[in-house]
């Protein structure tokens, strides 16, 4: 795909995006909006401008690998999907549907462009190792991406996998942490606190690069610095903002899972795209 | 059985790059000429094993073969939702072979008897479950595994048993084997059962009755077809299994028993673990007599089905 390097464009399909979800999540009647507008900006930054991807080489050897460990932000992944032409726009209006391609979480056998089956968390970054292990067996230069929520990291698991991509200096992984402080429950650090999570994963072997995740020109440059990281796994710790662009869902634990209400979806349309 | 089928890992990496060994700290000096000849392709883990799975599964995406050994009940018991969703969703080649199944630990205590790894690992689609009697089948199987499509899990028995399996028949995975005609009853085997199951069948014929004994190394897929037309030529069956009773052989047999149409209905019985912890420890040996899972036991339940005075 062609790479864009502008950021206020890309800022601009991001939101363009934003609007995509809550269209799809409205139709669908349900959905988790929070953490797909908040994963929204950085997964615009890989696929349009930093992953090596197109459609019809899903299985091309030489293609960057992206893994959505945070499987809940699916809505997230199929508009930059769409929108990249891995599939037709049109089947957004079937999300979770009979038939449709698209699930509630990402589903690899029926979606062009999921690498991987999740949504039971904690689960993505062992993948990732081992694709990470793989590309390396087949001195491949394809880099994996593994998109992970804050939440998300109080899964044991998770630690396993962190100790392993750092004992064999993965360097072709970059992990991303869409902190956005927010779980079902209410916020992270009320339900089970994961601070210092930075410390914790430098603790582990990676190395550390904090931005924030709305931040265009932050995530392109994180992410080239990240892919450089020679020796080590890298994180980028994205500080983000559960349902970043809306600003009646920013930061509310009560959009995790549900959908806009028609009148909402035109309220959020307004704010997102003001001409 | 173990050593044979580690040996046989390193064969098939040496003929295949796509094949991986993956352990979980285990200290096998069976495997240095593997970890030593092909250390690119020789990963020991720590202690995680679910980790373990996914890490499978990714190198399975990239084309390998990844070949996973640690023992059964951490491998199946504690990893059974990466089972399900990173390897058996994806139907990815990936094996995973048990030390230890059914009650090889018992000396370790319940918790590392492997006795539900069957039944819980038949309930996922694309699963393949192997449970073979002695070193010579688990090296027939073996070989097979490497052109096998999907997930495989290899269930390994405590090593040293008997030679039991015979060379003259075909062994193909999902193919179940006739290792003794009878017309009185058949006695379908899994693992090391089949070595009891002989004993028992000898001891029957010295009573005038002859058992068919029925060997099943593929749990899943199950050999359906030859199950039926076995159980079509006699009045009765018993299951034999170093496991729970709920849900592995005896379970599946019993599932195809009660929709196949015979005309007159089979007597029948299973013998493995029944539903309930063990609080003794002892040896395998010891916990198999314990739930009857003897020859002695197989032979007298044979004699009350048929109705056999035993004497």
């Known amino acids: 795909m062609k790479r864009i390097e502008d950021c206020e464009e890309l800022a601009k399909i991001a939101d363009e995006l934003r609007i995509d979800i809550l269209e799809m999540l409205h139709t669908a009647g349900s959905g988790h909006t929070g953490g797909s507008l908040s994963a929204i900006d950085i997964l615009t930054a890989l696929y349009f401008s930093k992953m090596n991807h197109k459609p019809g080489m899903e299985n091309g050897a030489e293609r960057d690998r992206f893994v959505l460990s945070k499987g809940h932000g699916a809505p997230a992944l199929y508009v930059t999907l769409a929108r990249c032409g891995y599939f037709d726009k049109s089947e957004l209006a079937s999300l979770r549907k009979l038939g449709s391609m698209l699930s509630g979480h990402p589903y690899s056998p029926s979606t062009p462009g999921v690498e991987v089956t999740t949504g039971s968390l904690g689960q993505g970054l062992s993948i990732a190792n081992g694709m990470a292990l793989g590309l390396k067996l087949d001195q491949s230069k394809s880099v994996i991406f593994c998109l992970m929520g804050d939440g998300e990291t109080q899964e044991g698991q998770v630690w396993e996998a962190a100790m392993t991509s750092a004992h064999y200096k993965l360097d072709n992984l970059v992990a991303i942490l869409d902190n956005n402080g927010l779980q079902i429950d209410g916020f992270v650090k009320d339900v089970m606190g994961i601070e210092p999570i930075g410390d914790k994963w430098r603790a582990f072997g990676w190395e550390v690069i904090e931005i924030d995740g709305h931040d265009m020109s932050a995530l392109l440059g994180a992410i080239d610095k990240a892919v450089a990281v020679k020796g080590k796994p890298s994180l980028i710790w994205a500080h983000t903002v559960k349902g970043k662009g809306v600003s009646f869902m920013e930061n509310k634990a009560s959009y995790h899972g549900a959908a806009p209400t028609a009148k909402e979806l035109e309220m959020a349309k307004k704010e997102l795209n003001p001409a | ?311």
């Open chain 2, 1 to 311: 059985m173990r050593k044979t089928c580690l040996n046989s890992v390193y064969d098939l990496a040496r003929r295949d790059d796509r094949v991986i060994f993956i352990g979980s700290d285990l200290g096998v000096s069976t495997l240095d000429e593997f970890k030593n000849n092909i250390p690119e392709r020789f990963f020991m883990e720590g202690i995680s094993e679910q980790h373990i799975i996914g890490m499978a599964a990714g190198l399975a995406m990239e084309g390998n073969i990844p070949y996973v050994n640690t023992i059964s009940v951490f491998l199946t018991r504690r990893c059974f939702e990466q089972i399900v969703l990173d390897l058996c969703l994806h139907n990815l080649n990936v094996r995973l072979i048990g030390n230890g199944g059914g009650l090889v630990y018992a000396p370790l205590g319940p918790t590392h008897l492997a006795v539900e790894d069957i039944a819980i690992l038949r309930t996922i689609p694309n699963m393949t479950i192997l449970a073979p009697a002695d070193a010579k089948e688990i090296a027939r199987l073996m070989e097979l595994t490497i052109e096998h499509d999907g997930p495989v899990y290899i269930r390994l028995a405590k090593g040293g048993d008997h030679i039991v399996t015979p060379d003259d028949q075909e062994y193909k995975i999902g193919k179940s084997i006739r290792v003794r005609e009878g017309k009185d009853i058949l006695i379908i085997t899994t693992g090391v059962t089949l070595q009891i199951s002989l004993d028992a069948a000898r001891s029957l014929a010295s009573k005038g009755v002859e058992a068919g004994i029925l060997h099943i190394h593929t749990i899943k897929p199950l050999d359906t077809k030859a199950i039926i037309e076995r159980l079509a030529e006699v009045p009765a069956l018993i299951t034999v299994e170093e496991g729970t009773v709920i849900g592995g052989l005896g379970s599946s047999v019993a599932e195809i028993v009660a929709e196949a149409d015979f005309g007159q209905p089979k007597k029948f019985k299973r013998i493995g673990v029944p539903d309930t912890f063990s609080d003794n420890f002892g040896s395998q040996k010891e916990l198999m007599e314990g739930f009857g899972i003897t020859a002695a036991n197989v032979a007298q339940t044979a004699l009350e089905l048929i109705d056999v005075k035993s004497g």
